[in-house]
């Protein structure tokens, strides 16, 4: 793996989640904070360079271990049954144990309370957005190949169904409680930064296109952002990382 010298590694727990924390050397009383969720299939292990390139950039990353995946287990991630069957579940989870994240990220980690930031790729974006949109005291979130548009989420793992599951059809219920695209108001105007490649044939970059559309109104000029990158696939290339990270400074 890797490493800056010019960056600081820490490698430990946040309660049973396996977690990266990753800062400049330098000491701070308190530290921008990003909190980064992996994608379906990766680990927190796979966006240690990804977050080195933020942290030489000022900022503390938090990278915790979804679970299923990395040191917490693993699932054959290609099989259209255990995306089915772990998608929601999984990501469900990240949302329930990212209270335990946040809070981890002011009290053990020196996180400034007012500068905290989520950020994630395809299934992490999808995490993130939900964070965000819950968590109020989120100041911003920087979303790369996700959705806000969790109807469309839902409708692509019904489509992978053989046969009627009443346990599934409760789970999709539920997360579609929890749609982002129903909640805009709890938003509160705070930026959003939806960034996708033009070609993504995993996450399709209309269901964002789609939130755009329906929540612009609700947002000042310049808080809601959604990018599509031409030529670009289900991927965070460094043209797309580079436009993020000028995003976050904007707002700084």
Same mark, same amino acid.
């Given at each position: 793996?890797? %490493? ?7 490698? #430990? ?5 396996? $977690? ?7 000491? @701070?009383?308190?530290?921008? $904070? ?12 796979? &966006? ?8 030489? !950039?000022?900022? &503390? ?6 679970? !299923? ?11 259209? =049954? ?6 929601? @579940?999984? *990501? ?9 994240? !946040? ?29 965000? #949109? ?8 920087? *979303? ?6 969790? &109807?469309?989420?839902? =409708? ?10 009443? #346990?599934?059809?409760? %789970?999709?219920?539920?997360?579609? &409680? ?13 930026? *959003? ?13 209309? !269901? ?12 000042? =000029? ?5 990018? #599509?990158?031409?030529?670009? $696939? ?17 707002? =700084?």
């Amino acid at each position: 793996m890797l %490493r800056s010298e010019f960056l600081e590694y820490i490698d #430990t727990k946040v309660g049973e989640i396996p $977690t990266w924390v990753i800062r400049p050397k330098e000491k @701070r009383d308190k530290y921008k $904070t990003i909190i980064f969720y992996h994608g379906w299939g990766s680990c927190r292990n796979n &966006q240690v360079f990804r977050a080195s390139i933020f942290a030489s !950039y000022g900022y &503390q990353v938090i990278l915790p271990e979804a679970r !299923y995946h990395g040191e917490r287990g693993s699932l054959d991630y290609e099989k259209d =049954e255990v995306k089915r069957d772990y998608f929601l @579940r999984v *990501l469900m989870h990240n949302i329930e144990e990212s209270v335990s994240i !946040y809070k981890a990220a002011i009290e053990e980690f020196n996180a400034d309370e007012e500068n905290i930031y989520v950020s994630g790729h395809s299934l992490g974006a999808i995490t993130a957005g939900s964070i965000y #949109t819950f968590n109020k005291k989120i100041k911003a979130a920087l *979303l790369f190949n996700g959705s806000m548009n969790w &109807q469309k989420i839902v =409708e692509d793992i019904k489509s992978l169904e053989d046969e009627k599951d009443w #346990t599934l059809d409760r %789970r999709y219920e539920f997360s579609l &409680q929890m749609d982002p695209m129903i909640h805009i108001e709890d938003m509160e105007n705070r930026p *959003l930064f939806m960034i996708h490649g033009e070609e993504d044939d995993v996450v399709n970059p209309e !269901y964002d296109r789609e939130f755009y559309k329906v929540a612009k109104d609700s947002f000042d =000029e310049g808080k809601l952002i959604y990018e #599509t990158f031409e030529k670009t $696939t289900h991927q965070i290339t460094t043209h797309m990382l580079e436009r993020g990270i000028n995003l976050l400074k904007e707002i =700084e």
